[in-house]
DNA sequence: AACCCGGGGGG
DNA sequence: CCCCCAGGGTT
């Protein structure tokens, strides 16, 4: 059974495998890292240019150790799932003075860094080190669940130890790198999520879920996250040359990014500043400039609804330690979310 | 084990 | 509108 999906794959590889990406044979470990971090739950076409921008400005993992955090966090803005980027910074100051700038070189020892898990552990330890450590993303899951028909669900204890053993015991032994690139690639461009091309696929033959007509119904998933509303309600607190502005320190979305001041409700408000704004601003005199329309977006968990609404002040206040008074023209300097920045880029800028 | 964390693209 | 993406951390 082995040998013969193993060898299909890699024989794949070499004669049908044209996909073609900057971080592909790549051993150094610092730029193996930064690309497995950025594609963690992140399509590689979104990935590419962050990870071409990161390796132009921080060529080593010296000039990441060295950068100011909102620099780092200005340049991972709009990626999302920003943990991410706390753990990057973390673990490359870890890394270039605890261990003079030298990544770890075992997947037990890969493993123990902030931000990295079972897969990059072992994406790390065999695109860089050449161990013979099986990768397994949502690439893997969906290739074997097919070709060996498991319906064991993915996201749960059983399922994860079920498909890394299998994983492991299908990696070739002279060639784990090339065989863990193999397999990602031919999840992503023919054992596709939908509409896979199981009419040219050299493992159609042997594929349980093809043979049975099963395709499309594996791998199983488990969790169903609920959808929650929330409706934000920005006040653009201005001067003549500046703003106010917070870093959002809770654990919440957008931890570590910058808002303005704002109003949360878990439903639609009608004039959200009448019984905000006197409260906020006591004694001060101030206008609205303009009220937006609804903006919203959708997460994978929430959808996000709000306003923006720009009100004018004729000189500074005081709004308490968290709020910054920023200049507009600096504004490009903090890292904002989408849900902001589309507003910014359309109707305040 | 359950829940949380973004944003974009495809059907 | 729902699903998925080179997952990981916290509770």
């Not at 470990?29 to 594609?39: A, F, G």
């Not at 963690?40 to 150790?65: C, M, N, S, W």
């Not at 968990?301 to 923006?308: L, S, T, V």
């Amino acid at each position: 059974m082995k040998a013969d999906f193993t060898q299909n794959l890699l024989e794949w590889n070499d004669f049908h495998n044209s996909r073609a990406l900057p971080w592909k044979g790549e051993t150094n470990p610092y730029k193996v890292w930064l690309s497995e971090i950025i594609l963690q739950q992140t399509r590689v076409e979104q990935g590419l240019a962050y990870y071409q921008r990161f390796i132009e400005k921080y060529p080593d993992i010296h000039y990441l150790a060295k950068a100011p955090d909102e620099e780092v966090y200005k340049l991972w803005e709009g990626l999302g799932y920003y943990s991410r980027c706390k753990n990057l910074i973390e673990t490359a100051r870890l890394i270039s003075a605890s261990h003079h700038g030298h990544f770890p070189n075992t997947y037990a020892e890969i493993l123990k860094l902030k931000g990295i898990g079972p897969y990059t552990a072992a994406a790390i330890a065999s695109f860089a080190f050449k161990e013979k450590r099986a990768v397994v993303d949502g690439n893997v899951q969906r290739v074997l669940s097919r070709y060996f028909g498991i319906t064991t669900p993915v996201d749960t204890t059983e399922g994860k130890k079920l498909f890394s053993g299998i994983a492991q015991a299908l990696i070739d032994e002279n060639a784990p790198a090339a065989y863990n690139q193999a397999i990602m690639d031919f999840g992503a461009t023919i054992c596709k999520p939908r509409n896979p091309l199981c009419n040219i696929c050299v493992q159609a033959d042997d594929c349980e879920a093809f043979r049975n007509n099963f395709v499309n119904d594996v791998p199983v998933k488990q969790k169903v996250m609920k959808i929650k509303t929330r409706w934000l309600y920005y006040f653009i607190i201005e001067t003549n040359d500046g703003v106010y502005i917070r870093k959002r320190e809770e654990k919440d979305i957008w931890q570590n990014l910058h808002e303005f001041v704002l109003l949360e409700s878990h439903e639609e408000i009608t004039d959200p500043h009448n019984i905000f704004l006197g409260k906020l601003l006591q004694h001060q005199s101030y206008k609205i400039l303009s009220r937006s329309d609804v903006h919203t977006q959708q997460l994978t968990h929430q959808r996000i609804n709000g306003r923006f609404y720009r009100v004018g002040l004729t000189g500074k206040i005081s709004l308490g330690k968290n709020y910054k008074y920023v200049k507009k023209i600096n504004l490009h300097g903090y890292a904002f979310p989408r849900f902001i920045n589309s507003y910014l880029e359309k109707e305040f800028y």
